[in-house]
């Protein structure tokens, strides 16, 4: 158990049984030391990253009422799985199958953090997720990935999850994607026309993927391209790591600024209370504050 915060808990590893996947789910959970009815916001992090990433994102919004879960994914760097193993072709669903699973195991992950047991509410849940993270937290909001022949795949939504996050997510497949992406990656071919559930897009005005042979634009294909209440936030000058959202003194973090991190986290923090809190005025004071900004580092549009 780490102290990060007077007002901040943080526990890893919290290990969740899972059979098949090769090895246990480790996870980290952060929470306010004090607080009942915590909702919870299970964050996806990017390719190769590991629940010790996005401190940023995750201390921020523990110690502002969430309790936040970080499993670490198969891809990740701290596993070292070789490019050969035979679960590489579908750690894409691998991913989708941790989040669900750190889902059924609240209940385990709750006892392991000292003084949260019952506390979590665990009626309001949340996923969010950067870049390759973003698309595997939309697949529980109803995004699915095409088949070769464009079929839409299965539906792997999840009913418990009431809002999103999805950060610097990758947009549509197909023609969008360079030859690379396309012969290496195919399951970055979705389809967000079934991705209802309320979400909001964070999206950099100058972040270029070298997977796409679009521009900044391609990331916000989840906002233009889902139906039901969305938002988009669009930040000015921001690339892949949006500021530098991944950690501190991060050296992917070509883009590093405090005040844009800053942002970030306020907005996202609010989007997510507000979403889970039917009437709640943070998401609405929040996008009120950014448009009397007379230096804005980014703008709201849409829900």
């Given at each position: 158990m780490t102290t990060l915060d007077p007002a901040i808990v943080?526990?890893?590893?919290?290990?969740?049984?899972?059979?098949?996947?090769?090895?246990?789910?480790?996870?980290?959970?952060?929470?306010?030391?004090?607080?009942?009815?915590?909702?919870?916001?299970?964050?996806?992090?990017?390719?190769?990253?590991?629940?010790?990433?996005?401190?940023?994102?995750?201390?921020?919004?523990?110690?502002?009422?969430?309790?936040?879960?970080?499993p670490t994914h198969l891809d990740s760097r701290t596993l070292g799985l070789a490019p050969d193993d035979p679960r590489t072709p579908s750690i894409w669903r691998t991913r989708v199958e941790d989040l669900k699973r750190a889902l059924d195991g609240l209940g385990r992950l709750e006892a392991a953090v000292p003084g949260l047991g019952g506390r979590l509410d665990q009626g309001k849940i949340a996923v969010a997720g950067h870049s390759w993270g973003g698309q595997t937290a939309s697949m529980l909001l109803g995004a699915r990935v095409l088949g070769p022949g464009g079929e839409p795949g299965e539906d792997l939504s999840d009913p418990r999850v009431g809002a999103g996050v999805l950060l610097a997510t990758p947009g549509l497949g197909g023609a969008d994607l360079t030859p690379f992406a396309a012969e290496h990656f195919p399951f970055m071919n979705p389809d967000f026309t079934g991705?209802?559930?309320?979400?909001?897009?964070v999206a950099g005005d100058h972040d270029r993927s070298p997977l796409s042979v679009r521009g900044p634009d391609w990331f916000t294909d989840p906002?233009?391209?889902?139906?039901?209440?969305?938002?988009?936030?669009?930040?000015?000058?921001?690339?892949?790591?949006?500021g530098g959202i991944v950690g501190h003194d991060v050296a992917e973090t070509t883009d590093a600024d405090p005040a844009r991190v800053a942002l970030v986290q306020r907005l996202t923090w609010a989007y997510l209370r507000s979403a889970l809190h039917p009437g709640d005025p943070a998401w609405a004071a929040a996008r009120a504050e950014l448009a009397r900004d007379p230096g804005p580092r980014g703008r709201v549009e849409g829900a």
């Amino acid at each position: 158990m780490t102290t990060l915060d007077p007002a901040i808990v943080s526990v890893k590893p919290v290990v969740l049984p899972a059979p098949g996947r090769g090895e246990d789910l480790r996870v980290r959970v952060s929470a306010p030391a004090t607080g009942q009815a915590l909702p919870v916001v299970v964050f996806s992090h990017g390719f190769g990253w590991s629940m010790d990433g996005y401190a940023p994102l995750a201390d921020y919004w523990a110690a502002h009422g969430f309790a936040v879960v970080q499993p670490t994914h198969l891809d990740s760097r701290t596993l070292g799985l070789a490019p050969d193993d035979p679960r590489t072709p579908s750690i894409w669903r691998t991913r989708v199958e941790d989040l669900k699973r750190a889902l059924d195991g609240l209940g385990r992950l709750e006892a392991a953090v000292p003084g949260l047991g019952g506390r979590l509410d665990q009626g309001k849940i949340a996923v969010a997720g950067h870049s390759w993270g973003g698309q595997t937290a939309s697949m529980l909001l109803g995004a699915r990935v095409l088949g070769p022949g464009g079929e839409p795949g299965e539906d792997l939504s999840d009913p418990r999850v009431g809002a999103g996050v999805l950060l610097a997510t990758p947009g549509l497949g197909g023609a969008d994607l360079t030859p690379f992406a396309a012969e290496h990656f195919p399951f970055m071919n979705p389809d967000f026309t079934g991705m209802t559930t309320p979400a909001l897009v964070v999206a950099g005005d100058h972040d270029r993927s070298p997977l796409s042979v679009r521009g900044p634009d391609w990331f916000t294909d989840p906002y233009t391209l889902s139906p039901g209440p969305k938002s988009l936030l669009t930040l000015f000058g921001a690339e892949h790591s949006l500021g530098g959202i991944v950690g501190h003194d991060v050296a992917e973090t070509t883009d590093a600024d405090p005040a844009r991190v800053a942002l970030v986290q306020r907005l996202t923090w609010a989007y997510l209370r507000s979403a889970l809190h039917p009437g709640d005025p943070a998401w609405a004071a929040a996008r009120a504050e950014l448009a009397r900004d007379p230096g804005p580092r980014g703008r709201v549009e849409g829900a």
